[in-house]
């Protein structure tokens, strides 16, 4: 069954592509490696996407592994791998996309005046039967084909029509118009919909697929217009992220169709109680902050300050409030956890997070979870997150961190001495630095010598308080690879020496990976 | 003049009313003090703006202060003051506004029947009573009168227009309907205008107003239909700031009309240049991070991490690219500062960087730029930013700090030995804590005792790499009024110590001023 089954322009039924792991992966800075790729698809899939753009699998053996395994794991969506006009590409997309129950090619070209002349440098009929070729070539590998027009906003509805024509009679399933570079407005995006479903022969028998980019502010509203306009796939991402300024949010797209369902009476298949989660997902491997004023999913998206509202909200919380907390996975009570809680108790709390711990994992957490409950009066539902994610990453280290000892302050120069765990020995170094920070690190440095730059490094207080934990994040960039780790602790030193020493994991991880690609070339 | 001679619907000039220092102070967390409120306001001025709301006098001595303040500082915007619709309010406004060049009265009522009914409970007869006596009252105190139908967008097309009637009949000279929760899409939106100023006798003598809220990722769309629907003004925040999920975003709104002039062929008075720099100062007054994939201003709006879009901005920069970054404030390339730079280029360097300092200052901030070159290899515009910014917070220190030593590690319990000079006394105390951090501000605590809540906690790298200076924010609440300071240094501990320091610095300034209050009253 292809996705183009299950909804048509007339149905009110519109099927959401998430380009999260895609176009969201290409914001700079925020590449995730194939254990969170894994988690993020994981929670789309569970929340009920769609069609899950897994990544662009001739772009790197990483990316190309990054698709083959969510297609090997995804439940119930669809798995899309994205693949330029180009024979090898596609075919290598045909390969990664191949373990998924539900397997889909999305192939691309530019079909503006712009992009064909300076980017591309090819004619408009040559364009065309780069389209039939490429086309056929992946409904030769797969049922369902998606073929995107990029640049679609800034070419003429004419040779538009055309490059729409050929594709559908090459065997595309799903026509995606994108406004790459987030230049149309609402008006001319309906439009162009319109247009092309009216001149296009065979146009009902395809699904088509708004792609907006928000550089004015408007990918939300030109979606929206989009699916007023007949289309029934909206590509979106994840808080938004995406090249630039990012792509239209999908959290956005999914609670205004919910909530204003009187005067856009179309439906999507979003859980929306995982809105929350997804967003804090992507968040935190991303280490990208999500700004407290994001619709949605900003920490203040339902909070009230002023006197006004608040007594307007107490009063009768429609006068208000259009949307109810809960919907979106915000919690509005919470049971508050310390160190009389038992093993039941964090079990329960665990799965009221979305957790599920195997024994020996749970026993560590729980284990750290009374550390915790020992030096802070109350463990918030946010500290408890920060460590079983820190537990997730922790499974895969050979680096530990065994103790730190730092001095700093005003008189300098900062010192640390640091013991690590290498592989089962113990190893002690003491080094100074550019304050304490620098110094640790350095200390680390000296044991496990390493070239790799440090290209971000960030604190979050993640409850708020003075005995509030330390969540650091740490990224190291390496031959034009980097990673990204974090680590939470009370103590913001402690902290900051886990995550590099987990950054530093996660590049060895790759090192030996991207040996063993080598090997295999 | 009143701004409304400035514009009317058939003319194609839009006035941008900014709000930052009311509905964006309204986020929860956002509140900033008067020399902050000041200098957004200079920024605000410099640029363009044609109205800047600069507070709720009626609500507290600080917000009343503020206007006034900003009132007699504005060199060529119209200030308005908020009120309710009662006339103390009114009253209260009236005076606070009263030293600006160009002062406005901006009164407010809510008008849907949710609000009527559950939270105002009074009839629809009643409040067109208030309407007409508030809004002449205002008029007998200034000639610029706003009013706003709150919660316009869930009010009746009738019953909204006989409130407009009354208004307008009553002096109103700008007539502003908000969608207050966020709740309209725009085809509603600009029906709603269209509506009204067909139906309601004199609606050619008054400006039309948008104020959008950002519940479900629409409110820039929302404000642009606005526009087109007859609306000249529109009121919005820097970086959408507001209530929940913010208002519309300026630098959204002034970019897309002037980068889509072929189809909303409107103008703003924006000098778009100034657009980062403003952003850049109500993050850094607030502590509210700007996504990174924020539209405009987001550090990735004009990054391009794909190799294909890299290789297209390379051939042709439009390609990819439809705003230019420098239009924006964007800097594309930057003289890199070091050591060996001195005052001259330090001087220009500054004035690049938007900053005009005195001569004690300026050598005060010399000096410190100097510390900081001896330590660091380059020293980027934003240290220099952040160096600047603390001087200013210095000025008016009377707490400071003289040396901090600190040994925090796995080892724990977590030690600060610190010296501050208060009132010229040096005093030095020892303290424990949980964390380096805990530990530093106990210290603090045990020379100056207080009972403020530490509300926010957080730590950014200023410039990337290991030498990166620390920014450290801290928010700390006492008797429902908040504080946010920051401070940077290379070691993040000695950053924590005077961001501390300087919050402490401040409430007591908000101390003494609302003692004097009491006394006032």
Known sequence: MTAANETNSSSDRVVIFDTTLRDGEQSPGASMNLEEKLQVAEVLDEMGVDIIEAGFPIASEGDFEAVAEIAKHADKAVIAGLARAIPADIARAGEAVKFAGRPRIHTFVSTSPIHLQHQMRKSEEEVLDIITATVGQARNLVEDVEWSAMDATRTSIDYLCRCIEAAIKAGATTINLPDTV?????????????????????????????????????????????????????????????????????????????????????????????????????????????????????????????????????????????????????????????????????????????????????????????????????????????????????????????ALTVIAGTGGPQKAIITLDVDGRHETREATGNGPVDATFNAIK????????????????????????????????????????????????????????????????????????????
Do not use: W
Request: contains cysteine.
């Open 182 to 402: 987030g230049y149309a407005v609402p008006e001319e995006y309906a439009a162009m919909f319109r247009a092309v479903r009216e001149r296009v022969p065979n146009a009902d028998k395809v699904i088509f697929s708004t792609h907006c980019h928000n550089d004015l502010g408007l990918a939300v509203a030109n979606s929206l217009a989009g699916v007023m306009a007949g289309a029934r796939q909206v590509e979106c991402t994840i808080n938004g992220i995406g090249e630039r300024a990012g792509n239209a949010a999908l959290e956005e797209i999914v609670m205004a169709l919910k909530t204003r369902h009187d005067v856009m009476p179309y439906t999507t298949n979003i859980e929306t109680p995982y809105l929350m989660r997804a967003s804090k997902l992507v968040s935190s491997v991303t280490a990208f902050p999500v700004q407290y004023n994001k619709a949605i999913v900003g920490k203040n998206a339902f909070a009230h300050e002023s006197g006004i509202h608040q007594d307007g909200v107490l009063k009768h919380a429609q006068t208000y409030e259009i949307m109810r907390p809960e919907d979106v996975g915000v919690r509005s009570s919470s049971l508050v956890m310390g160190k009389h809680s038992g093993r039941h108790a964090f079990r329960e709390k665990l799965s009221e997070l979305g957790f599920e711990l195997g024994d020996n994992a749970f026993e560590d957490a729980f284990r750290r979870f009374k550390d915790i409950a020992d030096r802070k009066k109350h463990v918030f539902d946010e500290d408890i997150e920060a460590l079983v994610e820190d537990e997730i990453v922790m499974a895969t280290e050979t680096i530990k961190v065994m």
């Open 446 to 521: 000296a044991i496990v010598p390493n070239d790799a730059n440090l290209s971000l490094y960030q604190v979050h207080a993640v409850t708020e308080g003075t005995d509030a934990q330390a969540e650091v994040s740490v990224r190291l960039e390496e031959g034009g690879r980097s990673v990204t780790a974090r680590s939470s602790d009370p103590d913001t030193l402690v902290a900051s020496a886990k995550a590099y020493v987990s950054a530093m994991n996660k590049l060895m991880t790759r090192r030996a990976r991207s040996k063993a690609d080598v090997l295999a070339v």
